[in-house]
């Protein structure tokens, strides 16, 4: 069970794993793809929060938000891999904060074929943002009946 369990956690965190490779290498000093494919993103995401809930989100530097999301991509898929929770959590942040700003099907109309493929994306990540819910179950309820378990000295 040992070996299934960290195999899992391999293949799993690879996704994150390559794509934080794939941000570092192209990321030079513009940015790289990543940041411009971020910038009308996150423009379109602020638009809808402050006509949706009325609340203005602050100027923020893209290019360092992008190098916190990629440390918490990559560090959290090593982690997770290691068998942390800390990395379990570190990689639900980043699905948190990463999916409703880079998978805005909200913004097409449904006749689109945006609206399908960013839909799609959408629910993928939910899915994963699911799987990792799962995992710190399972980790929680195993600390659960190791520490029920008492051993009886006499």
Known sequence: ?????F?????????FILSA?????????????SLKTLE???????????????????G???KYLLMAAIAAEGLGAILFTCGSTIGAYLLMIFIATVTPIMHDFYNYE?????????????LKNLSI???LLFYL???????????SIKSKTN
């Not at 195999?7 to 996704?15: C, D, K, L």
């Not at 490779?21 to 793809?33: A, M, N, R, T, Y």
């Not at 996150?42 to 949706?52: D, Y």
């Not at 449904?110 to 959408?122: C, D, H, I, K």
């Open 129 to 131: 943002f699911g799987a």
């Open 7 to 15: 195999a899992g956690r391999v293949f799993f965190s690879a996704i």
């Open 110 to 122: 449904l006749s689109n074929p945006a609206y399908v493929r960013e839909f799609m994306q959408f």
């Open 60 to 62: 923020v530097n893209l």
């Open 137 to 147: 179950g399972m980790v929680n309820s195993q600390r659960l009946k190791k520490k």
């Open 40 to 58: 009308p993103k996150f423009a379109l995401f602020k638009q809808h929060v402050s006509s949706t809930l009325h609340f203005e989100i602050p």
């Open 21 to 33: 490779w794939q941000k570092i290498s192209e990321f030079g000093s513009d940015g790289g793809l």
């Open 1 to 5: 069970m040992g070996f299934m369990s």
